[in-house]
């Protein structure tokens, strides 16, 4: 029996990996070949999708990307004994975008198949949680707080802290809640993670869970990810099967439930507190903090509300211990980030990495350069309230402190990138609309401010004399970053500013304009 | 979406002893709204306008609470959609790889604009604001199905598959 693999990861199949999947087992079966089809999640080289592997005696070897008219070829030429193909990519482990990587939040993604408990517990599935119960509350949270994880989702806060909060706050009833509202673009890591390989994230609740003394977790997932959705529901009632959800985790006799709730297209409920306002059935509208929700959270209880990605770099950091993560990455930015490279660029995918490599090593080395073969512009970061970067300024190191001394956020680590046809002008524009489609609309500078600001670009312009404009502009920047609730106003005016500041010929500004506002 | 089954091909029209039965296995559970309307849009394609009441009734809410949530999230609807949805990613990513003019060519192939649908039934057009496809863009939705890598050529033997000529 020859074992195949093509992905189930929602990106394989919009290029067309199930059409590819199911006529590998039809032409198999037309030729008598023992074939056995796995759906593996997908290792992130999005170029390659679909991406198929056979297993041969020395590993797994890769062919890409295969569509269903390559497949007589693939059969002809032996790709089932891992033949030579143009198609071939040689063994999985061994291509360079690959190999040189560090996956430890992803070590599972693409290698097994994301729904096998089995395939989980055989790669280290679980083995952090299994720590985690002959540990007491205080010392998970050590060992989160030594290992140095920083919130993936975006803010970077330092997740230890937030559990420290909820373990010493003392309520009848504690939540766990993960924050699933990947909606900034470039961003996939997330739904990866979740198509990929369930039971990390699973696992890193369940741990999160005794660490701070919740028995009930949710999983708040957008509507956009229709596929997770899936795969989530069927791991988790996996999960209660095996018992490592219920009343009982792993037979400890402590408790852990867990459920997934859709969240229904409001980019506004990614910000912690609107999405735990949604969660309890309202608008998502922005609490004020204080409290915090560690304090007072879902239901007014203390919560641990955190993102995918820091939930399931838990399981690692148990297993491998606090000093095994911290001894990844650079100054205050420890372990690794999952980086995505997304939009104009030629090998688009997830590469997870230590904190530390540069955006121009990322950009061309891993990403070759752009998809359209034209230069490479800028590159956005952070999603779509983050900074657009130069060219000049492709040397950053991917860390967040270095991001942050050039006015731009490494956020949830999305790049999106942009070949030089790109009008600044017009990003700049959609920064504002889409401040003002997706406002949650409690407070006045981001509600009012961000139309305001479709309509001062429109006026910059059109305009002959700029000086009046921009100057208006930068006061209705310097009014959302001061006086909005939340990040989504706060943070609206970075991708605008930075576009001006960077590009001012694209607003027929000269880069001499007393009043462009540097980072 | 997922809790009532597959997409369907004409929406069943108003009965208030399902609508009922979908609120109430819901409304046991904490924060019951949204898991409830994701039932009813899930069963009846949209939510109609008779749930605003039984929802209010049911979950111990005003009628204005109601409508505030449902007019709230972009994915909830009040009137029905076509017999398919298609949903063109609008976000900066897809924006890179040209999502503009796969979206003013599906408006001109469809001959309708974001939010409406066509004549026949067959399909509405909305935009989305990313799908975590992002390496693979531009990207859409129709119904729960994502696709990549998308342009002119590709959207029309999408659509004419899904949807029919």
Redesign the interface.
Known sequence: MITVYVPRD??A???GADEVALAITQEAARRNLPVQLVRNGSW?L??L?PLVEVVTPGGRRAYGPVTVADLPSLFDGHFLQGAAHPLAQGYTQEISYLKNQERLTFARVGLIDPLSLADYRAHEGLVGLQRALEMTPSAIVDAVTTAGLRGRGGAAFPTGIKWRTVLNTQAAQKYVVCNAD???????S???LMEDDPYTLIEGMVIAGLAVGATQGYIYLR?????A??VL?EAISTAYAAGVLGASVLGSGRRFDL?V???????ICGEETSLLE???????QIRFKPPLPAIAGL?GQPTAINNVISLATVPVILARGADFYRDFGVGRSRGTLPI??????AR???VEKAFGLRLDELLYEYGGGS?SGRALRTV?AGG?LGAYLPAAQFDTVLDYEAFAARGAMLGHG?L????DT?NMAS?AR?AFE?CA??SCGKCTPCRIGSTRGVEVIDRLLAARHKARELELLNDLCETLQHGSLCALGGLTPLPVQSAIAHFPEDFGLSPSDSLIRRA | ??AAGAPQASHPDWRESVALALVRASAA???????A??ALQGHFGYVPAQAVQLLATE?NLSRA?VH??IT?????RTTPPGQRIV?ICQ???????GSAALSAHAKSRLGIDFHQTTANGAVTLEP??????????P?M?ID??????LDAARFDALVSAEVGP
């Open positions: 929602s990106a199949r919009s290029v992130g999005f170029w999708e990947e909606g900034d673009s470039g961003t996939f997330d739904r990866m509507f956009e990810y229709p596929d959705w899936q529901n459920e709730r859709l969240g229904a297209g409001a980019y949604s969660l309890e059935g309202r608008r998502g239901f995505q490279l997304a939009g104009n660029v688009g995918g997830l998809a956005q779509p999305g999106v990138a942009f070949d790109v990003m959609y889409f489609l997706e | 979406m997922s559970r904490p924060g019951p709204l949204l898991p309307l994701h979950l609470e505030g949530v709230f999230y972009d994915f909830f949903r976000a900066e990513a897809c924006q890179a790889m989305v604001y990313c799908l975590g496809n992002c390496a693979c863009a990207a939705l729960e199905r994502l696709y990549g890598r």
